[in-house]
């Protein structure tokens, strides 16, 4: 073959195999974001249908409290879940990072939450937290009549409730991706700093966790998706209540549609989500997958 | 024929309700496919109608009667059943027209509404009454009276589950037994959002700050877990349709004496008839699509309706029925469906969206003590104002 | 003189696994050791427990006359280069030399003085806001250097700090590291496999295997006077050639081949027996050079490597390969038939059995 | 020190798992009664025979079971297909680049923080459109449609950190696109195929809304009938029988989580995270 | 002699970044070539150019005469070996051997046989049931080149196949692929930035500087007449001594010095102005024999460096470092005066600006 091969069909097999990849990320994620954008400037009911109404379901959704009460439970729930469990991920990572004893044992519990839905975890979770049989009742039983934690029941705390239940879940994974970061630090690193006599806290905080930005990154993508998609843990603990004091969007959107057929309203929603979503996503997208490429 | 029927009846009377449709419909050769999702119609209805948007329906589902269908027969997804109803002469064993007209479009009969449910009812525990040593109230002034004391026993004067659904329908219940049926009407049928901010509906908001007050001490979600309160006696009453009724019989529980009910809250004996009606999606399968007839048939015969409602504890939808086991709070209402103290429900006459607006704001104001009465009645004549 | 450095009935063990045996070793003030083996013989791990890094199962370890065997890596004295150089990625060239001195809550004004110092001596004052991902493979040594130096320390500890690094710039920081050395005047030990590095910077060798010290001393006598056949092996590219044979008073016979050893300076008194002859190639002319040596045998060239600077050339004597060194001009055929000739006083007999030196 | 805290995290980790277990073994009385953290006084196995074989939903009392086969046949094919694509994706974007590859992969990845809900209405109308709304094989293209973006990240991090010089050694052996898959890469990845499995076994196992919405109830996963046995409330809670019937939903997933735990943090650091 | 590899106007771009530019180059028949630079010069990329493992941007190649270009590496008669080996870890060692020929559809007996016949050359025929987990370096190295002997294939590429070696095993590795070349007298392309391995392998040299080829020619061209001063500088361990100077009628003047130029072999006739002169520190002889060569300077040793076989010395002449090479026996102490005398016959002279050999 003397002649340049048309690029078309260069790579062909790989392109082949791609189809699936392609056909998901623009028919599936693309052309249902896109649909679903369109879909939210109609005044659609029950089923979708092209009767335009313009901004308006965007007018009411922002005037809406509970969905402004769930994008501020996301929020409080987000920041929240975040850190706690990137922070209490970290910690149990670096300690069974010391060379201990049974640590598949340590790791096995540790992750084991995972293994469990959302529905079970709010379930059990619910009912650990019920002030009638749970946590309270057990303290009040051994003596402590005044003792108050029903936080499922206070407006106020109900999202940390559901905090509770979600890190619970959650933390585990967040284990295992850390101490797999760990693991892949050079040792020489750990001897550096002890030479030059740096606290082991700080070898974490200033050495090791820039070093483990690529797990961070991993990290982030997979609780940040989780964290959007807040729904079944809500619904199972505490069905968005007392009130509306534990209302998530996701919950918000699959209500509108479905319960309130109003689909427009949910499809305004759903868009509002997705516009948050690229907005954080593209820079980061863009610098992890645009530019770079591998020497 | 086997036909697939999905609903959300799963609660223990619901479900020995169920059973017995299944009995009939099975004893004409067919075959009941029981599919039931648990979980309230929340759950249930966007697992129904992505079924029947996606090509793949089943034989026959439930629906609240009233608008959430709706769309669904005006795309063409369900098929008509008037044949059957003209045959058989359902117009004129009704018991009451509208549970027809809102099966009705374009002159199809379209459902087959299978009870009626009110939902103007208060439930008493007898056992808590006794216990905190004052007699049964009789109507809502003496029941909220009562509250103190009751709580001096220990017990949570008023049941009410945690979902948004039980506050609204609660607050309904007021508009209509505390305000009367014009309120109620200029309401919710003719939503003017002038009367609905104006002062009549003040003394009902001031009812509905009293009634989450004594509601406040109860920690169950669901509405039959409240209903058991009652029936332990942990609670003085819980208001609820009369679909509590069925919890009260699988408890083994006798009106009268283990417990009491007051229709309209005692003081305006109007009722609501709601209920739910059995859909048919159109069906390209010609033997299914003659068996959905038969069930149709099968639903609204006289044996099924007795047998149906006895279990789920609603009244039937024919007028022509002979109750003698009705109980004592059965009757009642039936006397009053008699007198023609009848109002449409509010499933009929709002949409499902202006109703989960409703139901956000009853559940905000339930659960949110800082809510003053002022605040909630403003913003529920802006959604009248909006409702369509 | 005080050692710089004593290790005292050194033992260490992985679990069941012993590393080092029992290993004593005393380093001079200024003295530039270097610990040379192949690979697993336990000169990381001894140089770890000379740094703390390690805690050691037995023993003693004295540094500067202070016996440090349970002290912290960092309040040693010692300064440490990584073969990796474990350079903290995420922070500049000064911030990696500062890092340590700030922890210790060392004085900003001394901080920046001893930093300006090290960054002279390693000329790397350019560099000091990089990070270390944009500097070459030989800037980032020298950070790595800096590191130990900015320390002011006493003892340096080198593991293999050059053997990341290509042909070219091994040589050439090499030498820095020598000057620096001579610069400095400060204890060093350094961990290395290739004999080059070790020959020309220590100014003692350990020669390690499996966890003990086979040979301790200058470059020249473990050159000369390897004290058993591993060391003579593995120093030296190529390796010394050895006759197989048997030593009587007529002198050294393998198979077909007897000459004298007359000249040997055995370390014992002679002894006779059954011996390895290892003579370098190095130590075997060619020509006419050879006719001047008491031995002298004749062979067939059969591999020639032309280094520029001189030629390897394998020649085929008997049944047996010998190297020979021959001048980088020598340009011998495959084939050619060589005189060679040797004399015995530069070789290196070995006993049979304990492979010691005679 | 390290230990202390790790058995008191552990403790904490593992007291919902008491509390379930211990419930799901008393009775309703004792339940009534006491207190959650106490163990059964008098054990019985009566809530897991109820949440196996007895629980009605409407009109089926049988429980758990009739749900056990419909899981494991979307889980096992579902599980496979969605590797099997998200792993090709991974090798095709880790060893063969091709022009634009990386923007589809970067709308996967922002597909991955798609909320499922939004998503529920389109996908009915393709499944439609595509004439396979209601069968197994729609539900198990959702399931993979829905696996892809995390699982394709995972591969393509993986792949890219398999040394590319094996991958031209292979090229120069004559093997192409199939046959270094297969031969080559296959066999190498066997960590990272544990920990696909892992999150993929969960996910689809524990799924109930997909299970539901796009398959008949002759295939409804186990775990509508636990939604079902959880939430159709006959008065009472029946905690034990909730309990036992989590247990009993949850099992799969554990198992697997307890014999494959070690390769999971081994995949893991085997290069999933090296992004 | 059609040549086994002709590349014609090879272009190659990584997006913006042109690393092949417009490079010509023939390889005979059974020739060893190879390509030496230093890091990121573009070696590997040219190898991967002409296995068909990279897409080149512009130009043309020919492998036995038939144009390649945009031929799978598979179908190019080429058999890879790499610098990290790439063996299959799941195969086991036949396996490795057996993947392409089976890939190829080549008869069963036909493998048997050609395994057989590698395996017997490169003497591992007791390892062909392990993986390559359970080999040495050096045995993973031979089956790394037992993938490409079985292919039985015209052309082999080496990528760097010994720098993940140390340097004992080099050194004998080195050798074996000399004697592989010998027996099988295939065409063998191969990458190295070690000199020592380009010197004593190849028939002839390409060295490479920022992907151009600078100077192509035998190891002793290269080695005694390097085309430029990249060059010289970079052949030859420690590297060529230069003096910065000028070149007229009375010889070379550098500041202080000067001498005579006579003997010296002039590429294109006599020049004078700016200009490098460049004699290679082996070429400079101490001590008496100093006395016999027509440049005589004198120097202070600095640094030295004894390598047991030779020793390094570094004089300081004026303002100048010079190496010399010596004989190993020759312990010069720092401070030492040092005479020194070489022939410019065997110099090296650079003009200033181009930097071209004169
Ligand atoms: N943490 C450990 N656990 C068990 N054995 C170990 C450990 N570290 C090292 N070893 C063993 O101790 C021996 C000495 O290791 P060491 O790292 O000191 O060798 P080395 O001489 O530095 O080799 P190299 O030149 O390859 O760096 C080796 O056999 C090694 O397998
Ligand atoms: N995929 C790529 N994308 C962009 N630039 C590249 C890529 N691969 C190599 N290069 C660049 O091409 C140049 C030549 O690289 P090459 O790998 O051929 O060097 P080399 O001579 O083999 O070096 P080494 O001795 O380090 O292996 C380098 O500057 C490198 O940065
Ligand atoms: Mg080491
Ligand atoms: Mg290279």
Redesign the interface.
Known sequence: MSTRPSRLFHNMNAKIASVPMVLTAMVVFLGGSIWTVVYSFTDSKLLPREKWVGLDQYERLWGTNRWLVSIENLAIYGVLSLIFSLVIGFVLAALMDQKIRFEDVFRTIFLYPFALSFIVTGLVWQWLLNPDFGVQNVIRGIGFESFTFDPLYDADLAIYGILFAGLWQGTGLVMCLMLAGLRGIDEDIWKAARVDGIPAWKTYLFIVIPMMRPVFITTLVIITAGIVKLYDLVVAQTGGGPGIATEVPAKYVYDMMFQAQNLGQGFAASTMMLVSVIIILIPWAYLEFGGKRRG | EDLEITHWWTSGGEAAAVAEFAKAFDATGNKWVDGAIAGSGNTARPIMISRITGGDPMAATQFNHGRQAEELVEAGLMRPITEVAEAEGWANAIAAPGLLESCTLDDELYCVPVNIHSWQWLWLSNKAYEEAGIPVPKNWAEFVASGPKLQEAGKVPLAMGKQPWQAAGAFKVLVLSLGGPELYTKVYDEKDSEVAAGADMIPIWQAADEMRKLAAGSNVQEWNQATNLVITGQAGGQIMGDWAQGEFQMANQVAGTDYTCLPGLGDQPYLSTAGDAIYFPLLSDDAKSAAQLELASVLFSSEAQLAFNAKKGSLPVRKDLDLAEANDCMRQGLDILAKGNIVADTDQLISPDTNTQIQDLMIQFVSDMNMTPEDAQARFAEIIADAD | MEPSISIRNLDLSFGAVSVLKDLNLDIGQGEFLVLLG??GCGKSTLL?CI???LDITDGQIFIGGRNVTWE????RG???V??????????TVEGNLT??LK??GVPKTEIAQRVARAAKILQIEPLLNRKPAALSGGQRQRVAIG?ALV?DVDVFLFDEPLSNL???LR?DL??EI??LHQTLDNTMIYVT????EA??LADRIAIMRGGLILQLGT??EI?TRPANKYVAE??????MNFFDGHLDESGFTAKDINFTVDGYDFANGRKHGPAWFGI???HILTGAEAETRPVRLSGTAD?V??????T?V?LRVGDRLIWV?MD?RS?PAIGDQIQIGFNPARASIFDKDSEERL | MIYGTLIVVALYYLLPLYVMVVTSLKGMPEIRMGNIFAPPVEITFQPWVKAWAEACTGLNCDGLSRGFWNSVQITVPSVFLSIAIASLNGYALANWRFKGANIFFTILIIGAFIPYQVMLYPIVILLREAGLYGSLTGLIIVHTIFGMPILTLLFRNYFSSVPEELFKAARVDGAGFWGIYFRIMLPMSLPIFVVAMILQVTGIWNDFLFGVVYTRPENYPMTVQLNNIVNSVQGVKEYNVNMAATLLTGLVPLIIYFISGKLFVRGIAAGAVKG
């Open positions: 192949s690979s770890n740094a703390g890094l912290e890596p960092s309040k010692i300064g440490m990584f073969q990796s150089y474990a350079l903290y990625p995420q922070m890092f340590g922890n210790a590191r320390r290509d042909a070219k040589a090499r030498v020598k000057q496999h290739d004999q080059i020959m020309t470059p020249d050159y593995f120093i030296g590219s190529p390796s370098r190639p190095e591999l490597e032309p280094l520029g600077s001189d390897l394998r060194r980088g340009k």
